[in-house]
C-alpha cells in the first residue's frame, strides 16, 4: 500500500506562486511515477506533471509548462509542484497520484494511489 498526503494549497491573488508538497510512504519500491493532477467540481481529473520515481525525469503539461515544475526530495520521499504566475484558471483541488507498470503516466486511470487532495484558488 502507498500512502500519498498532499499539503500546500491555499488562496491567492492572480500572479502568486505556491508550491505544493506531497509526502509518499508505504511500500514505494514499486513505485514507477508520482503526478500531478487537477479536478474542478464535474470535470475530469486533469494531467499537470508527473515525475519518474527512479531516476526524476519529469514532463509538464503544455498547458503549464514554464509556470509550473515538478521535483522530488529524495531524501524526504516527497514530490513538489512549483506554481508561479498563477491564474484563475488554475483554480481546482490538486491530487497527487502514484502509479505502477509502464502504462501511461498522463492517464489518472492508471493511478492506484491517491492523496486527498489540496485546494488551490486563485482571485483575480
Known amino acids: 500500500q502507498v500512502h500519498l498526503a498532499e499539503s500546500g494549497g491555499g488562496r491567492v491573488q492572480a500572479g502568486a506562486s505556491l508550491r505544493l508538497s506531497c509526502v509518499v510512504a508505504?511500500?514505494?519500491?514499486?513505485?514507477?511515477?508520482v503526478g500531478w493532477f487537477r479536478q474542478i467540481p464535474g470535470n475530469e481529473r486533469e494531467f499537470v506533471a508527473r515525475i519518474t520515481w527512479n531516476g526524476g525525469h519529469t514532463y509538464v503539461d503544455d498547458s503549464v509548462k514554464g509556470r509550473f515544475a515538478i521535483s522530488r526530495d529524495n531524501d524526504a520521499d516527497t514530490i513538489f509542484l512549483q506554481m508561479n504566475d498563477l491564474r484563475p484558471e488554475d483554480t481546482a483541488v490538486y491530487y497527487c497520484?502514484?502509479?505502477?507498470?509502464?502504462?501511461?503516466?498522463?492517464?489518472?486511470?492508471?493511478?492506484?494511489?491517491w492523496g486527498q487532495g489540496t485546494l488551490v484558488t486563485v482571485s483575480s
Open positions: 508505504g511500500s514505494t519500491g514499486d513505485i514507477t511515477s
Open positions: 497520484g502514484a502509479k505502477r507498470g509502464i502504462s501511461s503516466s498522463i492517464n489518472p486511470e492508471y493511478y492506484a494511489f
